[in-house]
């Protein structure tokens, strides 16, 4: 595998050449600072952009039908948040075109040219019947998200734990600002993709390098580059502890706890957290499972999650809420047995042949591969080799010193109520 970054006036070119894959991926990245308003269009944007139609191909219709023609090729778009900034992603999937012909390139390019520049506008606007549909799906969706428990518990969870952060926002909590959003509006959103974010392409597969660097250069020819972007970690606000309840008429409880770490080095964040989170939670026979489910059999799931931007774990677990006392007091247990020696020494090796496994994963996911990039655009992240063998320098001590800086700050529990019926 071999990568490329070749830095132009309007965009970065990335290029990943490995013959690994039969497939070419292309991936576009708008990175900006997280502003709340231009989030919300930008994720209806998501939605719109794809079924709009173009200047060429009228409806989404036709679009498909042109994929189809391509052998199956793909264009996606995404909406996400990373760290302080948000991301709008464009995605070009295309079977190599040494196995079909090798004028893919242009055709996929030009479909791809068709969809995010000559989209269908007329006074400024969007097709009005295409907007006016996809809003009033988008709304639906984040009403829907109160009837699924798992979704509607992390999202209130998150707006206690990670207030005064990006990781606050939601569209559920947002709403109303989703209900206010116009065509026109959108359309000015849609504009600023031209000139106000920073702007990464990624290429990964077998491929013709200067061919697809002269057909991105003359894609984003009208594109002005703006490097406003947030290399900070998000910062988790001291509030002190809470613990907070509540109800939903359903029969499982979801209870999350949000975990903060004191004193965070890079040694931790990059390879003593990620051992000390797959330990608690993450592999099989964990402390947690163990401990919670196994031996009391308190909850239906459970697991933690480390994110090494905001130095956070969160714990979460499906339970029945006459449990939810017990199972805290074990939770905490587990948390203190991350403090013993023993308990560590126990568990090490298979953490880190947990760990040595899942990275074997990296070489077959162009999204990890392309990712790892993305992410050092903003953040360092060492290599996979390096993680490999960092943390298997990691010692139990390590871990149990570690494990004393770990500290509970937010509980929440979603609390199923049982219908009388029941």
Known sequence: ???????????????????????????????????????????????VL????????????????????LYRSDIGTLFSLFS?????????DLINPKYTSMDMYEKTMDLLNEVVINTNIKNDKFNEENFNLEKENLISSIKNARDISEIYGRLKFEEIFY?????EENNLKNIKLFENLTNENLYKAYKTLFNSFKIDAFVIGEVE??????????FFKNFKQNIDISHDLVKIKDNGKT???????????????GLTIDSVTDKDRYYTAVIYNTILGRMNNSILFVNVREK??????????????????????GINRKNYDKTIKLIKDSLKDMTDI?????????????LDISYNDYYDSMNKILNFYYVNELFYLPSIEDRREKIKEITAKDICEFAKRVKIKDIFLLEGVENEEN
């Open 243 to 257: 613990e907070t309840k509540e109800e939903i008429n359903t029969l499982q409880s979801n209870v999350y706890l």
């Open 342 to 354: 023993k308990v560590i020494e126990k568990n090490l090796e298979n953490a880190i042949q947990t």
């Open 209 to 218: 390098e200067e061919r697809i660097e002269k057909l991105l250069d003359k």
């Open 163 to 167: 207030k005064g952060t990006p990781y």
């Open 296 to 317: 009391n059999s308190l909850c239906y799931t459970i697991g933690s999650g480390f994110n090494r931007y905001s130095n956070t774990i969160v714990i979460d677990a």
């Open 50 to 69: 794809i079924s709009n139609g173009t200047k060429k191909y009228k409806t989404q219709k036709f679009i498909s039908r042109e994929l189809e023609n």
């Open 1 to 47: 595998m071999n990568y490329k970054k070749i830095n132009k006036e309007n965009y970065t070119l990335h290029l990943i050449n490995t013959d690994r894959f039969k497939k070419i991926n292309i991936s576009i990245k708008f990175t900006k600072k997280f502003n709340k308003k231009e989030a919300a269009y930008l994720k209806l944007l998501e939605k």
């Open 84 to 92: 302080n900034n948000m991301v709008f992603e464009i995605n070009l």
